[in-house]
């Protein structure tokens, strides 16, 4: 298995441009997760999906960020415009929750920077 | 609701010195503990998890026990090494949801 996939891995943009960030979780995993962290706030979730369906968006900062997710294999999360304030890196996470098995398994990360 | 806390960081240790990391809990129900590790740049992996209460976690010589008379998930190791330097986050996921609520994190530096 290939794990979880982001892309792009850096990312280097410029105050008031849209941002967007991809994310393929691991086949057959039906939860999926956005994280934020910073040397400031630690890890923050910002919003989570199961079946395609946002649960809980309690996270997100502000209507500048936005996630998607049109399907089982592919999850979006944009920030539109983007302010330096957003640099951190962004971890992608899936998990099966099927009560037998509880491990999220984690991407290796966006490294945004706004400047 | 919910939580984690950890003990603050960072926490340097010697080469082959004993490893504790405090982690104590609040949750309502049966929550699930893990322990995830984090090395420099890179995401983080499940390091130990365990999932009903007096279960030990185990692995790469770490271990943790779900005490739930104590609400704790300490983490400990015999003896680090210097490759043991890293993040370590420990978290709780609470009954029928998969999120995870995590602690702010420990640095552990080892040195030779």
């Known amino acids: 298995d290939a794990g979880v996939i982001q892309s792009p891995r850096h990312e280097v943009t410029e105050m008031g441009q849209e941002v967007t960030l991809r994310c393929k979780p691991i086949s057959g995993h039906n939860s999926l997760f956005w994280y934020r962290q910073t040397m400031m706030r630690g890890l923050e979730l910002l919003i989570y999906?199961?079946?395609?369906?946002?649960?809980?968006d309690s996270g997100m900062p502000e209507d500048r960020f936005s996630a998607k997710m049109p399907n089982a294999s592919f999850s979006t999360l944009k920030i539109q415009p983007s302010e330096p304030r957003d640099s951190a890196v962004y971890f992608c996470?899936?998990?099966?929750?099927?009560?037998?098995?509880?491990?999220?398994?984690f991407g290796p990360g966006t490294r945004l920077t706004v400047l | 609701g919910n939580s984690v806390t950890q003990m603050e960081g960072p926490v340097t240790l010697s080469e082959e010195a004993f490893l504790t990391i405090n982690c104590t809990y609040t949750?309502?129900?049966?929550?699930?503990l893990f322990w995830y590790v984090q090395y420099p740049g890179e995401g983080l992996q499940l390091l130990l998890k365990?999932?009903?209460?007096?279960d030990k976690g185990s692995n790469k010589g770490f271990e943790a026990t779900y005490r739930k008379e104590t609400t704790s998930f300490h983490l400990e190791k015999g003896s680090v090494q210097v490759s043991d330097s890293a993040v370590y986050f420990c978290?709780?996921?609470?009954?029928?949801?998969?999120?995870?609520?995590f602690g702010q994190g420990t640095t552990l530096q080892v040195k030779p």
């Open positions: 999906f199961n079946n395609n369906v946002p649960i809980d």
């Open positions: 365990a999932t009903k209460a007096d």
């Open positions: 978290a709780l996921r609470g009954s029928n949801t998969g999120k995870l609520i």
């Open positions: 949750a309502t129900g049966y929550p699930s």
């Open positions: 996470a899936s998990i099966l929750t099927s009560g037998y098995t509880d491990t999220q398994y």
